[in-house]
């Protein structure tokens, strides 16, 4: 009898061990394997694209203008895609022609807290002008930003007469 209990006991742990692995494994093939993708998809079903407008330049840097993350969009980055070094010296088999350095700048609603600044990265993406009609790749600046959020975004340059053309996907 005690035989018979263990022998029932051990089969209802495989049982439950087996149960616990198959929930792992359909999980983890229901994950998405990439921001990536993630991010294409939003763009052309939810998120609100645009091209960015500037606004001012201070000390190497160019602000575009401020805008508000609407509430109708599921995304939740702030994104850049379609970058654009609008210098017309710069070649355009040059890399870097479409690469910039961008950092955001969140304002909270509390006017007494200071302003959030997301950390500078350095993003490249391809030449718009020859990407399909939906262009990409989006590149990730900002996330888990809230709806309503007031932001700008700011980035690098040389000279305040050649800026960066870029969309925004928020």
């Not at 035989?3 to 006991?9: E, H, N, P, R, V």
């Not at 993708?37 to 939810?46: D, F, G, I, P, Q």
């Not at 996330?143 to 040389?158: E, S, W």
Request: glycine share 4%.
């Amino acid at each position: 009898m005690k035989q018979s209990i263990k022998g029932m006991l051990k089969g209802k742990l495989i049982l439950l061990a087996g149960v616990a692995s198959l929930t792992v494994v359909i999980g983890l093939t229901l994950a998405p394997t990439s921001n990536a993708n993630a991010a294409s998809t939003y763009v052309t079903e939810v998120c609100h694209v645009f091209t960015a407008q500037n606004d001012w330049y201070e000390a190497g840097q160019q602000a575009s203008k401020e805008y508000t993350v609407p509430g109708w969009s599921e995304c939740d980055d702030i994104n850049v895609r379609n970058i654009k070094n609008m210098d017309p010296a710069m070649s355009p088999s040059n890399p870097e022609k479409y690469c910039a350095t961008f950092k955001v700048a969140m304002y909270p609603s509390d006017k007494t807290k200071p302003v959030y600044y997301s950390t500078p990265k350095h993003v490249c993406s391809k030449d718009p002008s020859s990407s399909s009609s939906t262009n990409g790749p989006v590149k990730v600046l900002a996330t888990n930003v809230i709806t309503g959020t007031k932001y700008r975004v700011l980035y690098q340059i040389t000279n305040q007469n050649t800026p960066i053309a870029f969309q925004i996907v928020d």
